[in-house]
């Protein structure tokens, strides 16, 4: 075996998808915390004196409590590299998380135990399906009450539209609960609680024929879990690691990701079950993990660390061998580059990196080169079909308060349009002021809040009533009455629409001109 066969087979790359408050960044702390790569996990909603989450690490995320950019960390775990990816679960920031799942190999679903599948966990696991990514599943918030954990299968089934197969199984739930059984090992594992979850919680190991399992679960408990262990073993499938493969199967964990139960077994099992990098379909056809350097952009981040204030290029590594300082061809423009300021990537911190292989996650310092869906690779006629761009639905006027700050202004409307945290407009009939597009309001607020922090400017932002946007191919000219004229970034003509009605009206009256969703060379999703 080959160094490069050998580091593909050990890597493994996947994203955590979840519906908000599902407990995605915690999952992602307990996963550091067992892998060691942390020694004391952080708090989502921290307070002082205590840590943050390390995957939030924008001070928007600190303070608001929530997700708002994916962000990629690696770590080893029994002899696997894995590259981890945690995603924002709200839905206006779900263009960052469609990205993202363009540069995994599998992906973790987590779901609450109380609420089961969710509008945004949908919507989530149809990208997946349609990208072919095998998928775990891991049952949260065992430590409160719980739905009939049968009838939470069942919901899984019918919504996805794929089978479960339990890998682990709770023992009780809310205050009761105790553990989990693991069917895989035939063991019964139960936790001991610890404080607010910080470390790692001290377990203990028995068989489910051991006749002190009454003594330490209760009778009644015992007595349950082994009709359930019996019910499972006789009616449910057993796990086929095929038809997770296809897509068609996911194995399911239960556990409280906040109180550290069930973590370090799901990390046990995913180890071995998810899959090694995976071949990439491009232009020239399907590139294999072993084939020559390639590699894509799927996310740009500006003003990661507050000494640099650069911009990042996170980078998938799809084939060969990446080396610190190796020429390589730009595809999209055809020159040859020297990839010689890369580091590896811990949320917002880096070290320089010298080599890299398949599935790795790689940061390249962009001094404004890198686009989205970028290619670099040893061979320059690869290229990617398309990534993905949402459809905004939300327009405003934006504007600095201090004219004088308008060069800052320009700054970093260019490098947070660049990221894709808003899309900008510009009106081509003598207006001054950009007009950003967004898929939800919170969007516009990070927007502001990152203007202010980063770029120490204070904008206003003027609402519009403005709905639609399409690209036009045609003589803009006749359009005026209708709709608002603007160019979006690349100078392609743009028409906004207050509704349907002025769409269709305008579709009516000027047949010879075309409206498009989404511009020819882009591939543009809808929310819906």
Known sequence: MTTLDFEIERRRTFAIISHPDAGKTT?????????????????????????HAK????????????????????????????????????????????????AVDSALMLLDAARGVQQQTEKLFAVCRNRGIPIFTFMNKLDRPAMDLFELLEQVETTLAIKCSPMTWPIGSGPDFQGVYDLYKKQVVLFERTSHGKFRAPVQMTSLEDPAIERLIGVQEAKQLREQVELIEGALEPFDFDAFMRGEMTPV????????????????????????????????????????????????????????RDRTAYMRVVSGKFERGMEVF?????????????????????????????????????PGVFQIGDVVSVNPKIQ????????????????????????AFRKGLEQLAEEGVVQVFYPTDGGR????????????????????????????????????????????????????????????????????????????????????????????????
């Open 27 to 51: 999952m992602t702390e307990k996963l550091l915390l067992y892998s060691g790569m942390i020694q004391q996990a952080g708090s989502v909603t921290a307070k002082a004196g205590q840590s």
């Open 55 to 102: 995957s939030d690490w924008m001070s928007m995320e600190q303070q608001r409590g929530i997700s708002i950019s994916s962000s990629a960390m690696q770590f080893e775990y029994l002899g696997r590299h894995i590259n981890l990816l945690d995603t924002p679960g709200h839905q206006d920031f779900s263009e960052d998380t469609y990205r993202v799942l363009t």
């Open 253 to 308: 964990f239960f556990g409280s990701a906040m109180n550290n139960f069930g973590v370090e077994g799901f990390l046990e099992r995913f180890v071995d079950l998810a899959p090694q990098p995976q071949a990439v379909e491009t232009t020239v056809g399907t590139v294999f993990p072993d084939a020559p350097f390639m590699g894509f952009v799927f996310k740009l981040q500006a003003n990661m660390s507050r000494h640099h």
């Open 330 to 366: 730009h595809t999209r423009t055809g020159r040859s580059i020297r990839l010689s300021r890369a580091h590896t990537l811990f949320a917002e911190e880096r070290d320089s990196i010298e080599e890299a292989y398949p599935g790795d996650i790689v940061g390249l310092v962009n």
């Open 384 to 407: 990617l079909e398309g990534f993905p761009r949402f459809t905004p639905e939300n327009f405003a006027s934006v504007t600095p308060k201090d004219v004088s700050k308008r060069k």
């Open 433 to 528: 002021d950009p007009i950003l597009g967004v898929v939800g309001q919170l969007q516009l607020e990070v927007f502001e809040h990152r203007m202010l922090e980063e770029y120490g400017v204070v904008i206003e932002i003027f609402p519009n009533s403005y709905r639609l946007v399409r690209w036009v191919a045609g003589d803009m000219s006749v359009m005026a009455r209708f709709a608002k004229s603007v160019e979006d970034d690349k100078g392609r003509p743009v028409m906004l629409f207050r509704n349907s009605w002025d769409l269709d009206f305008a579709k009516e009256q000027y047949a010879g001109l075309e409206f498009l969703p989404q511009p020819q060379d882009m591939t543009v999703i809808s929310r819906e």
